[in-house]
């Protein structure tokens, strides 16, 4: 093997080098600019230009490969002691940035310190001034203040002001004669206001008393709160605020983002007796856990029976008690019933000339079934009394101006004793006149009926060619409850209906992101049984001999495999389902809805087309 060029080469030029220098080849940097791509190459990718992954390659392109690899290796290591000096210098920096930052929070701080002792000196030489500026001011006080006790002066009798000693009187001074003359006029002065008020001293100011509660504590408007009160959630903000004390509070408490109410029970207590299993638990959360299937979508698309439970079965010819009779045949001896001789409940029965106190408790007679109905809608009317219906008519036995009429104010007081029954509604004054009552002849109760049902018919309330059915007993108490209920219940059906539409939007939208991760999961499977195989026997060779020039630790003969058409197959399968319809799906990630699903304005949609197909439904008569 030649020798490197860089040493030689180095010498010819006789470069005079450092022992601390890191050395670098000039050979190497030649080569690593001429080597062009082949830095950025692969060892797979050297391995298939200069020969086959299959069989050893022949003797001149081993050679190239040799000087490809020695290339590789110069490149490797001159990248290496680039990033290695890169990293001393990164280091080398890190280190003076550190230390410069160091120095200048140091800095900073003992100016800041600085600073303060400077305000504090000046805050204390400025109270030291203050204060003697203070004393000073209160000993010329106390020096112009005359003394407590002794006479000051020779007051005069008359009671004028006392004469000032004369000059010659004064002791000789030392001090020049501006002073003396200051002095004498301070001493003048201060004698004159001594004998104008009093020889005692100033009198000390007084303190007034601090009145927290006012001159009426009785009065005082108190804004201490002794109790706080309560608030709701319809109360103004400022209202709440000023009733928690705060400027501001939050409006939520984020239960909504956790995942239920936080245990507030105690369980200190020792292990209790009836403990769940794990496979009861595991048996009761499988419902609400397990993937959604077809049959769950067919349960949400089942409606049930949409015309037999609003049909209203007509009832039997006979009754109940005969059926019954019939059935046990007389298995225990009773007498059968015989309910052929009561009287129809559907024809009428008797007449009125028939009518006694007997008769009237018993059903023999009846009128028809059409005028039993129309009688039946009848109801009474609260008339008033004759003296109150005077009353609102302005007609109660007084005149214009409100005075009692002379020939009624003897009759007030009986009439108010003896009070006359009301007349019927369908009283007529002219029946009291001769001739105003005719015969007519009686009608049965059929020629009742069938005149009654002329006259509705004639008015539209009944149609010409529909006979009135008595027999099914459509309009009886059990029918009216009947009707009601068939009504609740194709109402709650019809909310049920919508409820379930809507879920099963949401259920095929759940299934969709299910078979998503579902066909996700196989495809990682598959690329994960790939990865296996293809490194299955990676590093297994069985010819480790060491030839000249090669590394150690390489096995010779063992090359990596490469990859095959059906794992490339598999990635981009991968890759198109999770680029292409995962976002579709939302990458088949489930979250708990923030809101109700249940929108008004999707049910209303929902609910009229329940009820449209509801009504299709009945009038096809098919469930």
Known sequence: MPPTGGKSKGNKRGDARSRNTTPISSTSNDQASNMGDTSSMSYEQLLKEHGSLTSPPPVGSMKKMLESLKAFGDVARLRSETCDKGMREYSKKRKELSETLRQRD????????????????????????????????EQEEAAARPLAVGAHALAPQDGSAPEAPAPDTQPPTTEPAKDEQTAKDRRISTISEASETSHQPRPEPSIPAFQTFGSDPSTFDDPTIYHIRDWTAHDDEEDKKEILGVAEYPHSDLHELTCGTPPDKDLVNAKPTNQVTANQFATYLEPYTKPLTEEDLAFLMERGDRVTPFVIPRRGPKHYKEIWAEEDNGLFGDPVPDVSEQPSMIEANGSLEQMTDEMAETSNISLGPMMSRLLSTLRPIHRPENAESAQANGTDGTDADGDVKMEEAGTSANSASVKEPPKPATYFPESSLPGFKQEFPKLSGEELDERLKAQLRYIGFLDENTEPDYEAHLDDEVAARLRYLQEELQRVSIINGARKARVREVVE????????????????????????????????????????GQPAGVATGVSKPSLGESTRAIMQRRHDWREMIGPVVEYGKT???????????????LMQEERVKYAQAQESGVQ
């Open 106 to 137: 140091f800095a900073a701080k003992q100016a800041e310190e600085d600073r303060k002792q400077k305000e504090q000196k000046k805050n204390k030489l400025r109270k030291e001034q203050e204060q003697e500026s203070k004393q000073e001011k």
């Open 509 to 548: 939208y759940a299934v969709a992101q299910q078979e998503w991760m579902t066909i996700s999961d196989d495809l990682d499977s598959q690329l994960n049984q790939a990865y296996l195989k293809r490194y299955r026997n990676t590093g297994k060779g069985k010819n480790k001999v060491k030839r000249p």
């Open 591 to 605: 979250s708990v809805p923030e809101s109700t699903i249940f929108e008004p304005e999707i049910m209303e949609k």
